[in-house]
């Protein structure tokens, strides 16, 4: 079974930076990602990277966050500057894992949220 432990979140100001981190247990990974769920509304799309590095932004978060990953310790990095209130959310890391078949999987949520 795979497991996704997300770390970083907190509370910062508008215009600061929060760096989050998501560990993947196991061997067999494919794209991987950030999502954010805000209050009361639905999940959505941060960003993607693939394992060879082709990212994908959200218009909203485009200029501002960064995606990368460390294939070697299976572990996802989501660098957020010039926060804004509009980020506060849930961040969630989800990850592609083949295991026989492929399956997409997710962390347990990360909270994030920017004060004005």
């Known amino acids: 079974q795979v497991q996704l432990v997300e770390s970083g979140g907190g509370l910062v100001q508008a215009g600061g930076s929060l760096r989050l981190s998501c560990a993947a247990s196991?061997?067999?990974?494919?794209?991987m990602g950030w999502y954010r769920q805000p209050p009361g509304k639905q999940r959505e799309l941060v960003a993607t990277?693939?394992?060879?590095?082709?990212?994908n932004y959200a218009d909203s978060v485009k200029g501002r966050f960064a995606i990368s990953r460390d294939n070697a310790k299976n572990t996802v990095y989501l660098q957020m500057n010039s926060l804004k209130p509009e980020d506060t959310a849930v961040y969630y890391c989800?990850?592609?894992?083949?295991?026989?078949?492929?399956?997409?999987?997710w962390g347990q949520g990360t909270q994030v949220t920017v004060s004005s």
């Open positions: 196991g061997s067999i990974f494919g794209s």
């Open positions: 989800n990850t592609q894992h083949f295991d026989g078949t492929w399956g997409l999987f």
């Open positions: 990277i693939t394992r060879g590095g082709t990212t």
